[in-house]
């Protein structure tokens, strides 16, 4: 299973663009997602606030403010496999 956190807004265009185009990149593989309101606690807020979307695989920071342009569908799928060997970020 991949596990996908999102950080967003409500109402953030950009953030929903994301996350479809995950869905659609991952339509074939187990996947659940988290997502998370970055206005909703000041320390992701300060973090983060100016970056979303930011999106993490497996608890690893995969992306922010955009997709990269090549290969997504495949550097998902190898962020999920690296973190799932156990080299989680801190």
Known sequence: MI??????????????AMREKVDALLEADAHE???VNVDADDEVAR????????????????????????SVRERLLRAAAEAAEGEEAP
């Open 47 to 70: 973090r983060w606030s100016d970056e979303i979307p930011v999106l993490f695989v497996n608890d690893r920071l995969f992306a922010a403010g955009s997709l990269p342009a090549l």
């Open 3 to 16: 596990r996908l956190r999102l950080l967003a807004r409500p109402g953030c265009h950009l953030c929903e």
């Open 33 to 35: 997602w988290e997502v």
